[in-house]
Structure formats: C-alpha cells, structure tokens
C-alpha cells in the first residue's frame, strides 16, 4: 500500500471500490486496488472542493455598497489579470479573462496547499503541471480556430508560403514545447519548494523553516504569475489582430 495523506485515506475509504471499477471498466488496472485515489488526486481534488466552496461564498455575499475583504481580494485579483490581458491581448481580451483568473486561482491554491501540514501541493507532482499546460494549449488554439475560423493555420506557416515547408514542422514542435516549458518550471520550481521545505522541518523544526515557508509562498505566488502571463502572451498570439 502507498503512503497515504488523511484526506487520501477517506476518499479511498468512501470511494474505493467504485474508482477501481471505473478504471478497470476504462481498461485500467489499479496497482492498489484497495486505494486507487493518489495523493496528488486527492489534494486535486480538496483545491476543486475548496475553490467551489470559496466562489459560492463570495458569490452569496456579493454587495456593490458594503463589499466585504474577500470580495474585495477576488476583485483585485480579476482586475489585476484583466488589466494584464488588456495591455497583452488587446482591447477584445475580457472574453479571455474568467478562463485566466480561474487557472490562476486552481495554480494558486495548489501551490499554497504544502505549506499547510499533513497536505502537499499537487503542483509538486508533474501530472498536474502538465494538466493545466494542456488546458492552456488547448485554450488558446481552440480560440485561436473561433477566433479567424481556418485562417488561423496561417500562423503555422510563416509569412511567405515558398517557406511553409519549413515553418509547419517548426511552429508545430515549437507550439508542443509551449507545454513542455510550462510544465517543467511548474512543476520544478513546486517539487524544489517542497523538498526543501521538508528537509529544513526534518532537521530544526522551529525556527529556520518558517523563512523557507515565507520563501515557498514567495514562490508560489511567483509561478502562478508567470504561468499566467505566458499563458496570455500565447492566447494574444492566437488571437492577434492585423492592423
């Protein structure tokens, strides 16, 4: 059996059984059937719960004359990437902010998550990184398509069509490293984060480790940002506008 968090423990308590039927009826073969939940879903899983809980609190206490702090902070944080998207993408960018603002709250809260004791951050864990690197490829091309409709392909092959037999292999590998990239320094900068973090509670468990605590929040906070702000710069790629 795997070493197993409490909040991993009672989800494989509770659902066990019907995960291990559903990935054997996927043609999946649990390695432990008897806990097929990982720790990395299941604090997946814990930011999903948090998150819903979190946006219905806000939403219920939503006030335009006595906005409260947390209505203020999430506000804030809106403003903040739809700014951002404005001055990258343009001035058709607030369709683009709801997908972005909730990328970097799910980011966010997953990095944050291994600084609470007994908890890790799923982001330490590279199936997660590249999870949300998917959805941001997928993103951004799918928009891209709605965007310009099948002239969007015209990205993929350069300026001038004499070298479109150059350009497609190029723009294809360099749009696949787009996720590579995003998810190795997601999941790098989370893994180092939280190996430290560990070994400073390990050896002086007061003291020294909350400076590392204050710098992995410092991180955390940081690669939400970049994540973000790469994302966006490759969504106004595919979205750009000729003028």
């Keep these: ?15 066990a059984a019907p995960v291990t039927e559903l990935l054997r009826a996927l043609r999946i073969d649990p390695q432990y059937p008897q806990a097929p939940i990982s720790n990395t879903v299941a604090m997946e899983f814990l930011v999903f719960l948090f998150l819903v809980l979190i946006f219905a609190l806000v939403r ?13 902070l999430f506000e804030g944080a809106h403003g903040f990437i739809e700014g951002q998207s404005g001055e990258i993408i343009g001035h ?7 997908f972005l603002t909730a990328l ?21 864990s590279p ?6 690197a998917i959805c941001a490829f997928v993103y951004y091309q799918t928009q891209g398509f709605r965007h310009a409709g099948i002239a969007y392909l015209k990205h993929f092959f350069g300026p001038v069509w004499w070298l479109a037999w150059l350009m497609l292999p190029i723009e294809i590998i360099s749009h696949l490293a787009r996720m590579l990239s995003l998810t ?3 999941f790098a900068n989370m893994f180092a984060g939280d190996m430290v973090t560990l070994v400073f509670f390990s050896l002086v468990p007061v003291g020294i480790p909350i400076i590392f605590l204050g710098l ?28």
Aim: glycine content about 8%; hydrophobic content about 50%; aromatic content about 10%.
């Design 1 to 15: 059996m795997p070493e197993q968090l409490w909040f991993t423990a009672i989800l494989n308590h509770l659902f």
């Design 92 to 98: 058709h960018s607030e369709g683009y902010t709801p």
């Design 104 to 124: 970097a709250f799910f980011i966010l809260i997953s990095n944050l998550l291994g600084v609470i004791p007994g908890f890790e951050s799923p982001t330490a």
């Design 184 to 186: 190795i320094r997601l």
């Design 216 to 243: 992995h929040i410092g991180v955390s906070l940081l690669q939400t940002y970049i994540f973000v702000l790469l994302t966006t710069v490759y969504l106004a790629g595919a979205v750009a506008e000729e003028h």
């Design 60 to 72: 219920s206490r939503l006030s335009v004359d006595n906005p409260g702090a947390l209505q203020h």
């Design 127 to 132: 199936v997660v990184p590249l999870g949300c």
